[in-house]
């Protein structure tokens, strides 16, 4: 493990130079999407980034969250308006929050923020199924295995049902020593303790991970190990790679209703 340059394996924006025109195209979809299909606002706290963007799909399904990534400190939920689009085709609603960024806050702080949000998802009457990419797949798996009874009482145990997560991020430790640390501030301790890889499994539901074909061999590892650990302690769990995708481009299925990722994640959503 010393010998692994972890600088390399997670400086994605470095592996990946076209990475500016790929997010400038996510802007401009997201956007296109929106005059398509105006979201629902809906908050889930006092913050200006405590915000929920719904795009209803018109069924009872459970909903879909999607949360972003941007290594808990860039972008926010307006640039990937367009990864609901695949799902609404199908009648699948589908929730996308943002959340404050570091080095305003910190990753315990986006946690808490994603639990508050998914209790306010949670008033809708309907279960979830958490996805998310990069930074998001890591939020999406504390979801998972957030034991939300223990919360509020008054929540199921199952109100996420599912986790779907793309290029995630579940040991930070690795993370602590790279120039993506500068605004996270964790130190081994602090980034064990918000790495769902080292929390207790799932008491329900399933985890998928899934990274894509052309990623980093930290990004392979990050998701077999989650997939195995959990999957050791009784979790459903189901490893799968996308095509030819890079970390930038492993979200592109999102927008396709004919997609394979579309299609695992309207299983997902309706049993």
């Known amino acids: 493990m010393a010998d692994i340059d972890y600088e390399v394996e997670y400086n994605n924006r470095a592996r990946v130079p076209e990475n500016p025109a790929l997010m400038a195209g996510w802007a401009q979809d997201a956007a296109a999407y929106r005059t398509q299909l105006a979201p629902r606002v809906m908050a889930y706290g006092p913050g200006a980034r405590n915000k929920i963007d719904f795009f ?6 459970p909903i879909v969250v999607f ?18 689009r695949g799902l609404n085709a199908h009648g699948v609603s589908v929730a ?4 404050d960024l570091c080095p305003d806050v ?9 639990r508050a949000a998914t209790r306010e998802l949670a008033k809708l009457g309907q279960r979830l199924v958490v996805t998310g990419h990069s930074a998001g797949g890591h939020l999406a798996a504390c979801m998972l ?6 919360i509020d009482a008054a929540l199921p145990q199952d109100l996420v049902i599912a986790a779907y997560a793309i290029s995630g991020l579940f040991d930070l430790v690795p993370l602590v020593g790279t120039s993506i640390n500068k605004a996270l501030r964790l130190d081994d301790a602090s980034a064990k ?63 396709d209703p004919a997609s394979a990722m579309v299609a695992r994640l309207k299983r997902l959503a309706r049993g």
């Open 56 to 61: 209803a799909g018109g069924t009872q399904d």
């Open 67 to 84: 949360i972003h990534g941007g290594y808990w400190q860039a972008l926010d939920g307006s640039s990937f308006s367009h990864c609901a």
């Open 96 to 99: 996308i929050p943002t959340y």
């Open 106 to 114: 910190t990753v315990k702080d986006i946690v808490e923020q994603m």
């Open 145 to 150: 295995a957030t034991d939300w009874t223990a």
């Open 193 to 255: 303790a918000v790495s769902p890889l080292f929390w207790a499994a799932p008491k329900a539901g399933s985890l998928d991970a899934v990274v894509g074909e052309r990623e980093s061999a930290e990004y392979f590892r990050q998701s077999r190990s989650i997939v195995e650990h959990w999957g050791d302690a009784g979790v459903a769990t189901r490893f799968d790679v996308v095509a030819d995708a890079n970390h930038f481009t492993a979200i592109a299925p999102l927008a």
